[in-house]
């Protein structure tokens, strides 16, 4: 369970409480706000708080004096010009700040995203749940044979059956000696900073991160993306929608030029040229690696 009976009555009694505002707010965030969207086994994602809507974009971009609009469609006109010029600032006018509870190894792959604010639950000074990430039998795959950092195949049968039985054995003895370590009781106890360095990096952890748009945008282009892991992929894809709903310009120039786009190489881009004039481009021809190729194939089907 992601939350207990207490943590979700808290959030109710927050939603359930509301302030008149001269602020922008975007209706589509509204319903977001507090509420957590569970992700993965015991993880989740909520919206704590959040600045600007699509009009802040433009109304920066024009550096105006008010609302700034000149008619809905212009306002998605500019965005949409932006997005595609890479002029970033005024997307770094909105600003997002998230809650979000996920298991240590994905939180090592997020925190390499260096331009957001994060504070973290400290295992220092509290102690951790017994919360471990354990794969739904779907998402327990085999090594990848054709991508080193990949997986490929599900897991089946007796090997399943015990690699699941592994995690979890691990985990919970792991647990128990965690506790039974921080224990005053007929001993000194280890202190929690020392105690927590036994968990294993499937335990969850939590963190406040807040990022502007531009940066959560960047983010979500590399972690909602098919070769990002599924276990942080599964929280980037909760993120967009949430952000689809936040400013849905922004979002859909951003689907339509990062997500759905690609970037070709001036070699590449010289391919589909002589391509459109008739000729056979091949790879030996086309002045691309083998490994380029593939992808340029990829991207043009
Ligand atoms: C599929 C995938 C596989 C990966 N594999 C590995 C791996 O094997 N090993 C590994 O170590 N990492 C790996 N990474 C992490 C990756 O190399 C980046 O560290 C991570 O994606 C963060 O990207 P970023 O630096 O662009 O983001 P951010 O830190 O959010 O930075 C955003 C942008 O700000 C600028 N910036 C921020 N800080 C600096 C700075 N100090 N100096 C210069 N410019 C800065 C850069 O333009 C950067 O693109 C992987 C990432 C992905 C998506």
Redesign the pocket.
Known sequence: MPLSKDQQAEIDAQRATSQSTLRATAPGMEKHLYTAHPVLDHGFVRVIDYMGDDNAITQAARVSYGKGTKSVQNDEGLIRYLMRHWHSTPFEMCEIKLHVKLPVFVARQWI????ANVNEYSARYSILDREFYIPAPDALNAQSVINN?GRGEALSGEEAQRVLKYLTDDAMRCYDHYEEMISDEGQQGLARELARMNLPANIYTQWYWKVDLH?LL??LR??ADA??QYEIRVYADAICKITADWVPYAYKAFEDYRMGGANLSATALDCVRRMLKGEAVTQETSGMSKGEWREFEGVIG
């Open positions: 390499r995203h260096r331009t950092q940066n960047h983010f590399l972690r070769h990002a």
